[in-house]
């Protein structure tokens, strides 16, 4: 058996979530950036760090939780059948990514990652080419 911890688990998780995303398996890469984001947030909030979630509602007029129903909608479909197990997903790139970027920012802020990791150059150079 092997033994990790939640940011070891967080770090696979979004290392895998941007691999499926250059390989335009948005399903993967959605639920996957989506358990890293909500692992690295937990995280966050543990250490009394603020998590971008937080900054980003603290900043509009939606709270916590709205933020995260809107950048996680496509994620919670996916992972709750009990709602609705007839219903269609739509997918798209802009999830994931918005989920990849959300739970980079946490860990440079836990300071797991730094400026110059393979997360963060993945969302600068896919910032500038598209």
């Known amino acids: 058996m092997q033994v990790f911890t939640k940011i070891d688990i967080a770090l696979i998780a979004l290392n895998e979530a941007k691999s499926a995303f250059l390989k335009k398996d948005y399903v993967s890469s959605t639920i996957l950036a989506g358990a890293a984001q909500r692992l690295v947030r937990d ?31 496509t994620y919670n479909k996916m992972k709750h059948a009990a709602h609705d197990p007839e ?22 802020k836990l300071k797991v990652l730094d400026e110059n990791s393979e997360i963060v150059e993945f969302l600068i150079t896919f910032k500038q080419s598209n």
């Open 43 to 73: 995280i966050c909030e543990s250490r009394n760090i603020e998590p971008t979630i937080k900054k980003i509602s603290n900043n509009s007029t939606y709270s916590k939780r709205q933020i995260h129903d809107l950048i996680a909608r």
């Open 87 to 108: 219903a269609d997903v739509e997918i798209s790139p802009d999830e994931p990514l918005v989920l990849i970027r959300v739970a980079a920012t946490d860990l440079l």
